[in-house]
């Protein structure tokens, strides 16, 4: 079921195979399938603990627990599903056959639980060599709403690429160990193609970068943000691309985030169109 929740979201954000399953998890905001099955199993758990004694169900359980307690080999032991995340949260002391005195003792695992997968996810996602400008800007698996906007979601689609190392520029790393080339700009043909080059400093797309600017600003201005976009102009280019892909807009408002957040697709989106009609041989 792993596999299913992954590749479900590669196919939402058109994602290539190399793409890491920790970012993909993370944009989306998605737990991985076992959080969530251990989450249901627990709260079915609860809900046979406090069921009456004569009950099939309750009595069935009794004997399984019975059976795993004596350490039996079963065809399926329900038992150690249920009890492996208690162990796992530091809550292994719920494990038995009565209900707890603390009846809000669910709330209390899902937070832990919730806390274990998120740490687990953060050293994955940093521990991944094509997710380092990534988690300089990712520090949660909390849905981004980036991709809630429906009205540009190809763009959206191009900047979770982007965020990740993965739009198919000629220096991203799985490229390079595919096609063996120069990494050098396909537009251009004189820098490295990364992220940083295809966004920002590419002679070949000044005037798409001009007219971003443009747009930019007087967006900015328009809505009594001016000093924002001073900001964003003194910024060195990594500084720029955590306003464009990253998450610096979130620092100052809501309102400015989305400004950017709706530039910056757009300029992805001309960018890739014009790479894509653009040959050159480098």
Known sequence: MANIQINMGKRILKATKCTANGAVLGDLGWF???HVLAVKRIKYYDRILNMH????TKLIFSEMFKAHHRGAKLPWDWCKS???P???TGMDHIWGTTPPV???WITSFKRLNRDRVSSLWRDDTCGKKTLSEYVTFKHTIYKERYLLDVGNFYGAQLKFKARTMTLGLDNEPWIVKQSGGSGLCKMCGYELEDISHFMLTCTE???IRKEF???LMADLSTNGFIDQWNTYLSLPVPGKLMYLIGELGHACT???WEIFDKHSKRLLVNLWEFRKGTSRNV
């Open 32 to 34: 991985p399938i076992s």
């Open 53 to 56: 004694n004569d009950r099939w």
């Open 82 to 84: 249920v009890q492996e």
């Open 86 to 88: 208690l162990i796992e």
């Open 102 to 104: 603390n009846k809000f």
């Open 205 to 207: 797309t000044a005037d």
């Open 213 to 215: 600017h443009s747009d």
């Open 254 to 256: 809501e309102d400015v």
